[in-house]
């Protein structure tokens, strides 16, 4: 089961079996079989995501950028990950590694700086 999951390159996912004896003997070879079959027929049917590493950005906004922030957004590349409202717009922005650089560029552009969160 195990190396049906490393072949597919897949990370974060479980394969649990729970065998049901009925009254077929089939060996260690043939449960090895089974078993495999059986992760190999559940990944054919289950949804991938592609998870991609990002940076968080924290950004305070005036209301009047924030029309211009939002044109900036490209999904999956640069996306809206919160937003609050007071004052002023405090909002989240994620990014994939090779877009912050034209993003921090972007909001240089508009008079404004974005603060790197840890995570």
Same mark, same amino acid.
């Given at each position: 089961m195990l190396a @049906? %999951?490393?072949g597919? /390159?897949? !990370?974060? @996912? &479980?394969? &649990? @079996?729970v065998r049901?004896?009925?009254? !077929? =003997?089939?060996? =260690?070879?043939?449960?090895s079989r089974a078993y495999a079959e059986v992760v190999k027929a559940a990944l054919e049917e289950l949804p991938v995501v592609r998870e991609l590493e990002r940076v968080r950005l924290? %950004?305070?906004?005036p209301y009047e950028?924030?029309?211009a922030i939002k044109r900036l957004l490209r999904p999956?590349? &640069? @996306? %809206?990950?919160?937003e609050r409202y007071g004052e002023r717009v405090a909002l989240a922005l994620e990014c994939v590694p090779e877009a912050l650089p034209a993003? /921090?560029?972007?909001?240089? /552009?508009?008079? %404004? !700086?974005? /603060?790197?969160e840890r995570s």
């Open positions: @049906v %999951l490393r597919a /390159e897949l !990370t974060d @996912v &479980v394969a &649990v @079996v049901w004896f009925g009254g !077929t =003997k089939l060996g =260690k070879g043939g449960l924290a %950004l305070d906004v950028r924030l029309g999956p590349e &640069v @996306v %809206l990950a919160g993003l /921090e560029e972007a909001l240089a /552009e508009l008079g %404004l !700086t974005a /603060e790197r």
